[in-house]
């Protein structure tokens, strides 16, 4: 037990890590991206202004027996301002509404 690797996490937060010259900056998704389970993101320029966005999907269905089912994501679509600043996208006006 002397040699076990212990790893500990104090956060749970969805975030983004921007790279900005070697150096990580943590930006956290507002709290429309912390009550869906983050599975894969996307990161492109989805509208066209030239900036990076980042569209995520989630759900997940494999939970314990005594854990409910994360099934109620239906995306989200965070466009940004070339500023590592990232605004949600009502999903009706985003590129996932396309597909949902």
């Known amino acids: 037990m002397n040699d076990a690797v212990v790893y500990e996490i104090s956060n749970f937060e969805s975030i983004v890590l921007i790279n900005d010259n070697n150096i990580l ?3 956290v998704f507002p709290i429309q991206g ?3 389970p983050v599975k894969d993101p996307l990161i492109k320029d989805s509208n066209g202004d030239g900036f ?3 569209m995520v999907v989630g759900n997940h269905y494999g ?3 005594e854990t409910t089912r994360y099934y109620a994501g239906s995306g989200l679509s965070l466009l940004g301002d070339g500023e590592n600043n990232f ?3 009502p999903l009706e006006k985003s590129v996932l509404y396309q597909f949902s």
């Open 25 to 27: 900056k943590r930006v």
């Open 63 to 65: 939970v314990e027996i």
């Open 52 to 54: 990076k966005d980042i």
């Open 34 to 36: 912390q009550v869906i």
């Open 87 to 89: 605004a949600v996208t």
